[in-house]
């Protein structure tokens, strides 16, 4: 995949397919520790031990429309690419949480990508599911919350395309992302 971002929905995806009613992207960038680890946490369905040995398997999917599952495993090569690591911790019925970690200004890091874009149109499109981000670095301290975002709304759909064009420049805004 081109960028971070690109990885991040493919996660959030997953969360959603393993019928998620609250997903949490916690993203912070340690320029002191020179990391950018990135961790999702979905009250999903779980995997079962079996499919979570397999899951790093590029050839193993649960899903029944393709063979291959590259998803994790990309995310994993790319991660190790820059001295990082991957990890998922998962038990059945009860979630899901994988961590990533990425050395934060290797060459080998992808770009960041479009993480408001992929946010608010992820959000945008599963409305009935809990999106919280939390994004940090040393400069920011930025939570993204669709159940503050539909308080607010008072009823007005987070769907409508006014609203999702105003919550993608709200969060490009908040959390400055440059690369």
């Given at each position: 995949m081109k960028d971070i971002a690109l990885h991040i929905m493919d996660i959030l995806q997953n969360s959603t397919r393993a019928k998620a009613t609250i997903i949490v992207l916690d993203i912070e960038e340690n320029i002191e520790k020179e990391t950018l680890t990135i961790t999702f946490k979905d009250n999903g369905e779980g995997m079962s031990e079996e499919t979570l040995q397999q899951a790093l398997n590029p050839f193993f999917t649960t899903r029944t429309t393709r063979r291959v599952g590259l998803g994790l495993s990309l995310l994993k090569q790319n991660a190790e690419l820059t001295g990082g690591t991957l990890t998922i911790d998962s038990q059945l019925h009860k979630g899901t949480e994988v961590t990533v970690t990425f050395g934060l200004s290797h060459i080998d890091r992808p770009p960041m990508g479009d993480l408001a874009g992929t946010i608010v149109l992820t959000?945008?499109?599963?409305?009935?599911?809990?999106?919280?981000?939390?994004?940090?670095?040393?400069?920011?301290?930025?939570?993204?919350?669709?159940?503050?975002?539909?308080?607010?709304?008072?009823?007005?759909s987070i769907q409508e395309p006014e609203i999702v064009q105003y919550l993608i420049e709200m969060v490009r805004e908040e959390i400055s992302i440059t690369n």
């Open positions: 959000a945008s499109a599963y409305p009935h599911i809990r999106f919280i981000m939390y994004y940090k670095t040393n400069t920011i301290d930025y939570i993204f919350d669709t159940q503050e975002v539909n308080e607010a709304l008072e009823g007005v």
